[in-house]
C-alpha cells in the first residue's frame, strides 16, 4: 500500500463574551437554574422578534481582524433548519453567505523551527442551542433553554493541518489569541471553546483529498490530540485492510479513548438554509472597523520586540508576556518611570509572585502601576534598601499603600549618614566581640553577620553597604591588638 498522509480540517466554536444573548437581552451566565435565563425570543415564541446584540457583532468582527480576514461590510444571517429538542425554533440563526468574515490565516511555529500558514475559510457568527439533560434513573429527558441564544463564532480552516500535534498547536494558540483580545473567556470545561475535527487520508503527495470523518464536539486539547490519532490509526487500518472509509459524523468517547459512529452519509442533513427573514443584513461601519482595528493589541512578536527595546532581556521579555495582564502593568509603571530593568525587576520578585498568590490579575491589584513605580525610584535614590523594600512590600500590597508616602510619614527611609550609623555599629561590635575578632582574624564571612545585626538595630533602615564599611573599620581600630593575643 501506498504511503498515505492525515488531512485535517477543523470547526472551532467560541462563545463571544456578551453579557447578553445573540438576539435578546437574557443573560448568558453559566449555571443559573435551569430555564430562568430565558425570554420569548430564546424560546422560539412565535411573533416573537430577534434583535442582533452589537457586542457579539463587534467581537466576531474583532477576530477577523486579528486574523488577518475580510471582514464584510454586510453579512446575512439564514435559518439552518433542523429538529433537536433543544433547539426550540426549529432552525439554529446562523450565517451562510455571506459571513462576517472571510479568509485569514494564523500560522504556527513548528518544532523543527520551521513556520506553518494555516488559512482560514471563513468565521460567521450563529447562536448555540439549549442543552438536552438525560436523567436515565427517571428515564427522563429534560431541557434547559438557559445556553439558547448565546452567541457563538464559528472558524473554519482550510484542510491545512497535517497532524494531532499541528491541529492541538493550531488550538493553543487560537484559544490564547481569543482570549487575550476578549472575544471569548474561553473557559473550555465550561464549552465555550470546542471544536469539530475533519480527518481523512490520502496517498502522500496527491491533491485529491479523501473522504472525511468528522468527529464532533471536542472541548478539550487533550482529547483533540487524542481522538486525532485514533482516528488515524482506524483509517489507516480501513484502508489497510483494502476498504473505503465512509463520510461519517462520530462522537470521541473520552473514556474508552475511540471514537463512534453518530450519524452517517445517507442521514445527512439537508439543512435548506434560507435568509431569516426576521433579521435585516447585518451591516458594520468603516468607523468602528477603524476603532476595532486600533484596539488589537500587538502581536506577541510585536510585544516582545517592544519590551526588549524599552531595556528588557528578551527572557525577561518572554516571561512577562507568558503572564496575563502582566506586559500592561509593566508599560503602565514605565510610563512613570522609565527605568525598565528595575520595573521588571520588582514585579518578577515582589509584585508577580504576591497577585499569584492572592489568584489576582496585576489590573485589579491594589498596588497599581504608579506604587510600583514610586517604589523604583526610592531604590534607585538609595532612600529605600533592597531589604528594607522585601520587607515593607507586602504591606504595601495588601493595603495598595503609596510607598513614598509611607516612606515619608513612618520615618522608613534607609539610614545612610555614617554619624547615624556609628553608634549602631559601635554597640554590635560590643556585643557580639567574639565575632569581631574572627572576623579581623580573617573569617570574612563573618561580616555579613555583623551588619545584619546592625540591620536589626536599626529595624531594616540601616545602609548595608555604609555599616559594612563602618563596620571593618571601627572592628580594626577597636580590636586590632587583641585580635592577635587570641589567635
Ligand atoms: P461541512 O460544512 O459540511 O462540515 P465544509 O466543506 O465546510 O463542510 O468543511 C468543513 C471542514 O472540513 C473544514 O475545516 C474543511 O477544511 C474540512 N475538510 C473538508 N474536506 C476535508 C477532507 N477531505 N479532509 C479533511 N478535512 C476536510
Ligand atoms: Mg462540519
Ligand atoms: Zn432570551
Known sequence: METMEPVIGLEIHAQ??????????????????????VCEVCTGQPGALPRM????????????????????????????????????????????????????????????????????NRIHMEDDAGKCLHDEKRGLSLVDLNRAGTPLIE?????????????????KKLHALLVRLGVTKGRMEEGEFRCDVNISLKPKGSPVLGTRAEIKNLNSFKFV???????????????????????????????????????????????RYFPQPDLPPVEISGELL???????????????????????????????????????????????????????????ELFLPACQKEGLDPSDSLFAPPKLAALAKLLRDGTVGRRKAQELFPDFFAKGSDPSEAVRSGNLSQITDPSELLPMVEKVAGAFEKEAKKFLSGEEKILSFLVGQVMKESRGRACPKTSAELMKNHVKERFAGAAKETV
Do not use: W
Open 53 to 120: 446584540n452589537g457586542k457579539a457583532l463587534e467581537l466576531a468582527a474583532k477576530a477577523g481582524l486579528a486574523l488577518g480576514s475580510a471582514v464584510n461590510r454586510e453579512s446575512l444571517f439564514s435559518r439552518k433548519n433542523y429538529f433537536y429538542p433543544d433547539l426550540p425554533n426549529g432552525f439554529q440563526t446562523s450565517q451562510l453567505d455571506p459571513p462576517i468574515c472571510q479568509g485569514g490565516s494564523l500560522t504556527l511555529e513548528l518544532g523543527d523551527g520551521t513556520e506553518k500558514t494555516v488559512r482560514l
Open 225 to 271: 490530540g487524542q481522538a486525532i490519532e485514533y482516528e488515524i490509526e482506524r483509517q489507516t487500518g480501513v484502508y489497510g485492510r483494502g476498504g473505503s472509509v465512509s463520510q461519517e459524523t462520530l462522537h470521541f468517547d473520552s473514556e474508552k479513548g475511540e471514537t463512534r459512529s453518530l450519524r452517517s452519509k445517507e442521514e445527512a442533513h439537508d439543512y
Open 290 to 348: 477603524a476603532r476595532l482595528r486600533e484596539t488589537l493589541p500587538p502581536t506577541p512578536e510585536e510585544a516582545k520586540k517592544r519590551l526588549v527595546a524599552l531595556g528588557l532581556k528578551p527572557r525577561q521579555a518572554e516571561l512577562l508576556l507568558e503572564r496575563p495582564g502582566a506586559p500592561e502593568y509593566f508599560h503602565e509603571a514605565h510610563k512613570i518611570d522609565d527605568d525598565a530593568p528595575r520595573i521588571y525587576s520588582l514585579m518578577e
Open 16 to 37: 463571544l463574551n456578551t453579557r447578553t444573548k445573540l438576539f435578546c437581552a437574557c443573560p448568558t451566565e453559566f449555571g443559573a437554574v435551569p430555564n430562568t435565563n
Open 155 to 171: 472558524i473554519v480552516t482550510e484542510p491545512d493541518l497535517s497532524s494531532a500535534s499541528e491541529a492541538v498547536n493550531f488550538l
